[in-house]
C-alpha cells in the first residue's frame, strides 16, 4: 500500500509561482509512474503532469509547469511558473506501476494523495 501526501498549495496572483511535493510512504517513488492531476470545481479532473523517466505534460501546462522527482528525499515535485486563473484547482498526486507510463493521461493510476488546493487570482 502506497499513502501520497501532498504540500505546497496555497494562493498566489497570476504570473506567480509554486511548487507542489508528494511524498510518498511505504514504497520508493522512483518504482512508479507518478502523476500530478487537477480537479476545478464543476469540472472533471484532467490530468497535469506524470514522471517515470520520462516527463509527461499536459499541453496546457508546457512550457509552464516542470515534473521531477528527487530520489533521495522520495519526493515527486511540480513546480508551477506562470500560474494562470485557469489553473485554480484542487491538484492531486497519484502513483500507478510504471507498465505504460505514457498512458497517464487517462488517470487510471493505483494510489491517490488527498489534495492540495492552488488558487490563482487575477
Known amino acids: 500500500q502506497v499513502q501520497l501526501v501532498e504540500s505546497g498549495g496555497g494562493s498566489v496572483q497570476a504570473g506567480g509561482s509554486l511548487r507542489l511535493s508528494c511524498a510518498p510512504s511505504g514504497s520508493p517513488s522512483s518504482r512508479y509512474c507518478m502523476g500530478w492531476f487537477r480537479q476545478a470545481p464543476g469540472k472533471e479532473r484532467e490530468g497535469v503532469a506524470a514522471i517515470f523517466g520520462t516527463t509527461y505534460y499536459a499541453d496546457s501546462v508546457k512550457g509552464r509547469f516542470t515534473i521531477s522527482q528527487d530520489n533521495a528525499k522520495n519526493t515527486v515535485y511540480l513546480q508551477m511558473n506562470n500560474l494562470k486563473p485557469e489553473d485554480t484547482a484542487m491538484y492531486y498526486c497519484?502513483?500507478?506501476?510504471?507498465?505504460?507510463?505514457?498512458?497517464?493521461?487517462?488517470?487510471?493510476?493505483?494510489?491517490w494523495g488527498q489534495g492540495t488546493q492552488v488558487t490563482v487570482s487575477s
Open positions: 497519484a502513483a500507478k506501476r510504471p507498465y505504460l507510463c505514457s498512458r497517464w493521461f487517462s488517470g487510471d493510476f493505483d494510489y
